[in-house]
Protein backbone atom coordinates (compact mmCIF):
# COMPACT_ATOMS: atom_id res chain seq x y z
CA UNK A 1 0.00 0.00 0.00
CA UNK A 2 1.34 3.42 -0.95
CA UNK A 3 0.69 6.49 1.24
CA UNK A 4 1.03 9.71 0.23
CA UNK A 5 1.35 12.43 2.90
CA UNK A 6 2.12 15.85 1.29
CA UNK A 7 0.14 19.15 2.04
CA UNK A 8 -2.48 20.47 0.29
CA UNK A 9 -1.68 20.99 -3.36
CA UNK A 10 1.09 18.79 -3.24
CA UNK A 11 -0.21 16.07 -5.99
CA UNK A 12 -1.83 13.55 -3.47
CA UNK A 13 -4.51 13.43 -5.64
CA UNK A 14 -2.97 13.57 -8.98
CA UNK A 15 -0.44 10.74 -7.67
CA UNK A 16 -3.76 8.67 -6.59
CA UNK A 17 -5.55 9.38 -10.38
CA UNK A 18 -2.08 8.23 -12.08
CA UNK A 19 -2.27 4.51 -9.88
CA UNK A 20 -6.15 4.28 -10.71
CA UNK A 21 -5.59 4.69 -13.87
CA UNK A 22 -2.92 2.55 -14.47
CA UNK A 23 -4.53 -0.61 -12.27
CA UNK A 24 -8.27 0.29 -13.59
CA UNK A 25 -9.08 0.80 -9.86
CA UNK A 26 -11.56 3.16 -8.31
CA UNK A 27 -11.10 6.52 -6.42
CA UNK A 28 -12.96 6.62 -3.35
CA UNK A 29 -13.38 10.58 -2.48
CA UNK A 30 -15.88 13.08 -0.86
CA UNK A 31 -16.72 14.65 -3.90
CA UNK A 32 -16.62 12.15 -7.22
CA UNK A 33 -17.56 15.26 -9.66
CA UNK A 34 -15.04 17.28 -8.98
CA UNK A 35 -12.20 14.80 -8.84
CA UNK A 36 -13.33 13.23 -12.21
CA UNK A 37 -13.65 16.61 -13.53
CA UNK A 38 -9.62 17.45 -12.18
CA UNK A 39 -8.99 14.11 -14.12
CA UNK A 40 -10.12 15.08 -17.14
CA UNK A 41 -8.26 18.36 -17.06
CA UNK A 42 -5.45 16.68 -16.65
CA UNK A 43 -6.25 13.68 -19.22
CA UNK A 44 -6.61 11.11 -17.38
CA UNK A 45 -8.73 8.46 -18.15
CA UNK A 46 -10.17 6.93 -14.65
CA UNK A 47 -13.36 5.35 -14.03
CA UNK A 48 -16.34 7.60 -12.14
CA UNK A 49 -15.16 7.83 -8.66
CA UNK A 50 -16.80 6.70 -5.56
CA UNK A 51 -18.26 8.44 -2.79
CA UNK A 52 -17.19 7.83 0.83
CA UNK A 53 -20.94 7.03 1.61
CA UNK A 54 -20.74 4.04 -1.99
CA UNK A 55 -17.87 3.15 -0.51
CA UNK A 56 -19.17 2.73 3.28
CA UNK A 57 -22.30 1.13 1.80
CA UNK A 58 -20.30 -1.36 -0.23
CA UNK A 59 -21.81 -0.62 -3.42
CA UNK A 60 -18.19 -1.47 -5.62
CA UNK A 61 -18.58 -5.18 -4.17
CA UNK A 62 -21.28 -5.53 -6.74
CA UNK A 63 -18.97 -4.66 -9.78
CA UNK A 64 -15.49 -6.69 -8.96
CA UNK A 65 -13.81 -3.65 -8.78
CA UNK A 66 -10.05 -4.80 -7.55
CA UNK A 67 -8.19 -2.10 -6.85
CA UNK A 68 -9.59 1.02 -3.96
CA UNK A 69 -7.54 4.45 -4.07
CA UNK A 70 -8.87 6.15 -1.10
CA UNK A 71 -8.42 9.97 -1.47
CA UNK A 72 -8.03 12.07 1.75
CA UNK A 73 -7.98 9.29 4.39
CA UNK A 74 -8.71 11.55 7.15
CA UNK A 75 -11.59 13.18 5.52
CA UNK A 76 -13.27 9.69 5.86
CA UNK A 77 -12.00 8.36 9.09
CA UNK A 78 -13.31 11.79 10.50
CA UNK A 79 -17.02 10.76 8.45
CA UNK A 80 -16.92 7.49 9.60
CA UNK A 81 -16.17 8.60 13.78
CA UNK A 82 -18.17 10.62 16.36
CA UNK A 83 -14.96 11.94 17.08
CA UNK A 84 -11.88 13.83 15.47
CA UNK A 85 -8.85 11.09 15.12
CA UNK A 86 -5.79 13.11 16.24
CA UNK A 87 -3.55 9.90 14.60
CA UNK A 88 -3.37 6.95 13.52
CA UNK A 89 -1.23 3.79 12.17
CA UNK A 90 -0.55 1.82 9.23
CA UNK A 91 0.71 -1.26 8.38
CA UNK A 92 3.08 -1.80 5.51
CA UNK A 93 2.01 -5.25 3.40
CA UNK A 94 4.11 -4.36 0.41
Do not use: W
Not at 9 to 28: C, M, P, S
Not at 30 to 40: E, I, L, T, W, Y
Amino acid sequence: MKVFCLKEGQGKTTELLQLAKNKNGYIVCQNPDSVFSFAKQHEITINFPLSYAEFLEGKYLVGGVKHIYIDDIDRLLNRISKCQIKAITITDIN
